[in-house]
């Protein structure tokens, strides 16, 4: 009777160690922000065609933004 008095008592404490108390002794590391790239996401209206793009794919010719190299006039 004792026996199983002693086995049930030490498996509760097993089963509240391994699920309630594990979580209390961990501290938590604050979560990393993304930083947001304006760059990719800012769009840009090409001066010839009038066609978005992302800042970071137009063609900068004379301080104007292009979509492509034929309506920024290059080669």
Known sequence: MIFKLLVFG???FIVYTLF???NR???E???KRKKK???SDTMVE???CSVFVSETEAI???GKFYCSKE????K
């Open 10 to 12: 030490v498996v509760v």
């Open 46 to 48: 090409c001066t010839n």
């Open 29 to 31: 590391q604050p979560k």
């Open 71 to 74: 309506c920024a006039g290059l």
């Open 25 to 27: 002794g961990t501290v």
């Open 37 to 39: 790239k304006l760059d």
């Open 60 to 62: 900068i010719k004379d």
């Open 20 to 22: 309630f108390k594990s």
